[in-house]
Nanobody, 125 residues
Framework: QVQLGESGGGLAQAGGTLRLSCAASGRFFRIDDMGWYRQAPGKQRELVAS???????NYLDSVKGRFTISRDNAKNTLYLQMNSLKPEDTAAYYC???????????????????WGQGTLVTVSS
């Protein structure tokens, strides 16, 4: 019912910038909280930043002041502006969304967590 299409990953130099986008498509009532996660090779997945539907944000300490999470509810799109990139930011980045979806054939709704496929960010020294 809901898919998250990610884009914007790629190669950047240390100190450079990248902007990730995550567009939701399909059928859903609305999207509530969203976030960006990342996972580097050999490391655990970690939450980079999150944002509520009304715009309240939280950040991983190591990206505060460098990354900005935002969303455009009219476009059902999530963004992550990444400035002052560091080699340690290298990872696969995953979009996450909590959606309200209608159960087919009924008036009931489900709260469903959806993940994007990931987009690779590589930062060189």
């Amino acid at each position: 019912q809901v898919q998250l299409g990610e884009s914007g990953g790629g190669l950047a130099q240390a100190g450079g910038t990248l902007r990730l986008s995550c567009a939701a498509s399909g059928r859903f009532f609305r999207i509530d909280d969203m976030g960006w996660y990342r996972q580097a090779p050999g490391k655990q997945r970690e939450l980079v930043a999150s944002i509520t539907r009304d715009g309240n944000t939280n950040y991983l300490d190591s990206v505060k002041g460098r990354f900005t999470i935002s969303r455009d509810n009219a476009k059902n799109t999530l963004y992550l502006q990444m400035n002052s990139l560091k080699p340690e930011d290298t990872a696969a980045y995953y979009c996450n969304a909590h959606t309200i979806t209608r159960v087919a054939g009924s008036t009931n709704y489900r709260y469903l967590e959806v993940w994007g496929q990931g987009t690779l960010v590589t930062v060189s020294s």
